[in-house]
């Protein structure tokens, strides 16, 4: 009989016995990264897709010649710098510093319009020299469709994270939003950042 | 629900911190950018820009998403999505037959491509 209640109690005080969290996070926190690794596993599919159909192909453009590496590497820095003011955003916002926390998430913001703006200017310059979905003139149909696809993808997500960021910073101005929402949100541009060093490695260097 | 502050100070992060951080990943971003230009072996630069990019998701994941507060069971749930990407990489990587001599290439216009001139650039 002791034997199976101290079992019992070995088992309730586990990660795994009940009323607590198996993974140590609130429930919001836990499902945005069960969201995140569950795109991370669309836009992986897409990459690892590309990477076929490069190996398959007789020839493949190359990168350096045809986007300029200039506004690619200046997208990356942006990126990475509003990623950073982000996080600087959750620590302010952990820190119940409310003007502080508005004041990064508009400068995250800012810096995600900017990204999005330099991705519009690149695809209107790649449809300007001929680009389409199926066609292009580098002479590989896949390159121009891979690049729309996947850059249109990310673009999406950057859009879709910049109305989250919007959100929370209204919300956060006017003194109704918690730390924990901030730093949801932040998790979400994080991963932005995330899979765009994937891109910009995979696709636009290698 | 007013932004108050939270009483989980495990995951205090300096902006000390997060500029050195910021300072790392950019010096890592023009490396990768210098990987991109100097005419080196294709494997070579496949090595050095994935070990690359590694580095800066895992100091993106563990400073800026606040990963190396987690509990280890979180950490790793996060990183399957990168072992099943590796996995499904090299269960296609046979199916391209790149080494296969005896693989054909059909243009459109229904000419053979010979193997040497296959994967240039």
Redesign the interface.
């Known amino acids: 009989m002791d034997a199976s209640v101290a079992e019992q109690q070995r088992i309730l005080a586990s990660d795994w016995g009940g009323g607590k969290s198996p993974f140590g996070t609130d429930w919001p926190k836990f499902m945005m990264w069960i969201f995140i690794i569950s795109d991370a596993l669309t836009f992986a599919a897409m990459l690892i897709a590309y990477g076929f159909m490069r190996s398959i192909s007789p020839a493949w453009p190359v990168q350096t010649h045809v986007f300029n590496m200039v506004l690619i590497t200046f997208m990356t820095f942006d990126l990475i710098s509003s990623s950073a003011v982000m996080a600087m955003a959750v620590g302010a916002a952990r820190a119940g510093d409310a003007k502080a926390a508005v004041k990064y998430l508009i400068l995250t913001i800012i810096g995600g319009a900017i990204f999005l703006g330099c991705q519009v200017y690149e695809w209107a310059h790649f449809i300007e020299h001929g680009a389409r979905l199926n066609h292009n003139p580098w002479g590989v149909p896949q390159f121009a469709a891979s690049f729309f696809v996947i850059t249109g993808f990310h673009g999406f997500h950057v859009l879709s994270g910049l109305t989250i960021l919007a959100i929370v910073a209204v919300r956060a101005a006017m003194g109704k939003y918690s730390a924990t929402s901030v730093e949801n949100a932040g998790l979400y541009w994080h991963f932005v950042d995330v899979v765009w060093v994937f891109v910009f490695a995979f696709f636009y260097l290698l | ?6 009483n ?1 100070h495990a ?5 000390r911190q ?2 050195t ?2 300072c790392w ?2 010096l890592m ?2 490396f ?2 210098g ?3 100097v005419p080196m072996p294709e494997g070579l ?2 090595v050095l ?2 070990g ?2 590694l580095a ?2 895992v100091l ?2 563990s ?4 990963l190396k507060f ?2 280890m ?2 950490v790793m ?2 990183f ?3 072992l ?2 590796v996995i ?2 090299f269960m ?2 046979g ?4 080494h296969d001599a005896t693989h054909q ?1 059909i ?1 459109h216009q229904g000419e053979v ?1 010979p193997t040497g ?5």
């Open positions: 629900m007013e932004l108050t502050k939270s989980d995951h205090s992060t300096s902006n997060y500029f951080t910021w990943l950019l971003t023009l990768a950018l990987i991109g230009y630069k496949a820009l994935v690359t990019t800066k998701i993106i994941g400073i800026f998403m606040h987690e509990k069971n979180l749930l996060t399957s999505p990168l099943l990407a499904l990489f296609t990587r199916e391209t037959r790149m290439i243009s491509i001139e296959a994967h240039e650039k």
